[in-house]
C-alpha cells in the first residue's frame, strides 16, 4: 500500500453523494503505482498505509479487497527481532508502525500469525511496546528517546487490543495524560505544549481505554472541541487555523467520547468532507482543492461513519479508530 | 543526478559496522532527498556515536574539539532541511538527540554555548511559520535545558527574556494563540522562580488583565477569547491553584468578575454580531455564581437573554447551547 499522493484532486464543490466505489478502486490501486518516484518516498508510511487502506475499505463496506494472505506476509516482513514493527520490510522498529501492524492484524484476525510466523508471540510485541514506557508514565516512540502523548495511546490502544494492558504502568500513564491538560481543558504533545486536537484525541483516547474519563472536564474539554469547527463546516486543529479533514475524526471521535458529538454541525461537517473528495478517481484530501492520499482518505471515512453517513459500516469510536464489529468481538468477554 | 531513493547502501554498511565518514555521507544524501525515511535518521545516531567514542580515546581537549567539530557540523548539515521541511518530526527529533549529546560529551561551556545557539535558530523557524507546534516545543525544549544547565539566576532572566520574546511575536499577530499559550506558561515560571508574593501576583494579573481588554479591538478573535478564558481561571475556585494567582479571597474574585462583565458588556456595543462576547458574559455569571455559591434570578434571566443570542449567532453550536438551557 503506497501513499503516493493524488492523482486526483478534492473536487471543492458541494456534493452530497459520497463515490464508494471510486474510493474503493483508489485505494485498490494503491499498491500497482511502484513506478512512480513517490512510492518510495513514502516508504516510511506503508505499514500506516495498509492500516488506513483496510481500515478505509473496512467501513467503505469491502473488508475482503485486500489478500488478506499477502497482507499478513506484509506484515509480518516488517516485524524486528525485538518483537515491534518497521515502517517496511528493513526498517527500525518504532511505536508508530507497531500500532499499526496489532491494528491490521486483529482487523483481519490474525494474531496467532505472531506465533506461527512471527519472531515470537503477542507478548513479545507487547514488551517491546512496555520497555518503551518511561518513569514518569510517558513513552517513547523508540529506543532514541522522542515522547509524545500519540506514543503514550498507541501503546495503550495496542495493548488493550492484544489484552495485555497488565504489562504496563496504566495509573502512571494516566497521570501523564493529567499533566498535559491545558487550562483550556485540551492537550498537548507534552506537559506545557499548546493544546491541539490531534494530542486531544491521543489523551482522551487513552484515558477511554484507561477506564478514566471521569477525569476529563467534559463540559470544557467540548467546548473548546466545538470551537474547532469552522464557517466552511469543517475541523480545525487549534484556534485560527485552516480546516482540515482529518479533523473530522480526531475532534469528533473525542467529542464522541465525551459523549457531546452533537454539540457540532454534523451535517456541515459532512458536506465539507465530502467536497474534499474526488468524485471522479476516489480518495479523499486534506481540503477542497488539494490532492487526495490515502490517510485523507481513511479518516475522511471514519469522520462520516462518526457521523453515521449512510452506507458506511460503523467505526469505534472509543477502542481504536477500527471497525467497530471487529473491536466488539476481539474486547468482548 | 541519481537522487538516492532506496537505502540499500547505508543498509549494508551499517550492518557492516562501516561507521566511516564516507558512510555518513552516504546517509546525509538519502535523508537530504528524504527526511521522513526515519531509519536512515537511526544510522546517523550509530555512526556519530561510533564516532565520538573514538574521539574519546585522545586527551580531553583534543576530544571536546574533535566532538564539537562532529556535532556543529552535523547541526549545520540539519538547516537546509528544517527550513525545507518544517513540519518533519524525525528531522526535530534528531536535532534535539544530537544537542544532548553535547550535553553529555562536552564540558559545560561548550555544550552552553551550543544550546544557546539554538534560541537563534528557532526564533528564525518561527518567524518564519509562527504557529509551528514543533518550533514552539524545540523552543521550550531548548529553554529548559538552558535553565537547567545555567545558573539559578541566568535561569530567571531566561524566562524574563522569553517573555518578552512571547510579547514580541503576541507584537506581530494577535492572532498568534501559540505565543499567549507560552505566554500562560511563562508567567506561571517568571512568579514562581521570582517567588513572588501574592500581591506581585496581583499586579501580574491586573497588567494581563488590562492587555486582553486593550487586544480586544477585534472582539472576533478567538485566540484572544482562548486567552481571556485562561486569565478567567485565576477566579475559578476548583482551578484557581493552577493559575498565577492562586491565593484571592472570594470577595476580590467576585469583584474582579463583575468589573470583567461590565468591560465585556461595553464591548457588545457594535459587536452586537460577536458570539464570543455573549460566550465570556455567561462564563464570568456562571463563574460568579460559583463563587457565590448561587445562581441569582436576575443573573439567570440575563444569561438566559444572552443564550437566546448565541442560540441565532451560533446555529453550528446549538445542540450545546441547549444543552447548557437544560442545566439552567
Redesign the interface.
Known sequence: MALVSGPGRGEGIPDSELHSSKHVTYIKNLDTRKDE?EY??????RLNGVYWGLTALHILGCPDTLPRDQTIDFVLSCQSDNGGF??AP???A?MLYTVSAVQILITIDAVDELEKRGRGGKEKVGSFIANLQNADGSFMG?Q???TDTRFLYGALNALSLLRLMDLVDVPKAVAHIQSCE???GAYG??P?????AGQVFTCIGALAIAGRLDLVNKDRL???L??R?I?S?GFNG????LADACYSWWVGSSLAMID?L????GE?LAAFVLQCQDPDAGGFADRPGNMVDVYHTHFSLAGLSLLKFNGLEEIDAINSCMPKAITAKCLAG | MAVP???DDC?SMVAEHEYTIETLKKISELLSS?P????AW?YR?QVLQYQFSQAEGSDDDAAAHSITELIMNDLHFLIPLLRSFPKC?WIW?YR??LL?EARRLLPLPEAQQIWQQELALVGKMLTLDS?N?HG??YR?FVVETLKELGTAEEARSMTQKEFEYAKKMIGANL????AW??R??LIQSLLDEQSASDDDRRRMLDDELSLIHQAFIDPY???LW?YH??LM?VFDPS?AE??MAPNLSSSDRLQYIRNEIEEIQEMLDGAEDCKYIYQALIECTLLASKVEGSLSSEDRDQILGWLSELKKLD??????WL?FEKTL
Request: with cysteine; hydrophobic share 25%.
Open positions: 518516484l518510495w518516498l513514502t516508504e516510511h508510511l518497521g515502517a528493513g526498517h527500525d518504532h523508540d532514541w528517546g522522542e491545558n487550562l483550556d504533545i507534552r506545557g505544549a499548546e493544546s491541539h467540548g467546548a473548546w466545538s470551537e469547527q464557517e463546516g487549534r484556534p485560527e487555523k457531546r452533537h454539540w457540532i454541525d456541515k | 531513493l532506496r537505502a543498509d528524504n521522513e525515511y526515519y531509519t537511526n545516531r518530526y527529533n534535539l538527540w544532548d504557529r507546534f514552539w516545543g521550550r492572532s498568534n494563540f501559540s499559550h507560552y500562560t506558561k478573535d478567538q485566540s482562548f478564558q485562561n481561571c482551578m493552577r493559575t446555529p453550528l453550536r446549538r445542540e450545546r444543552d
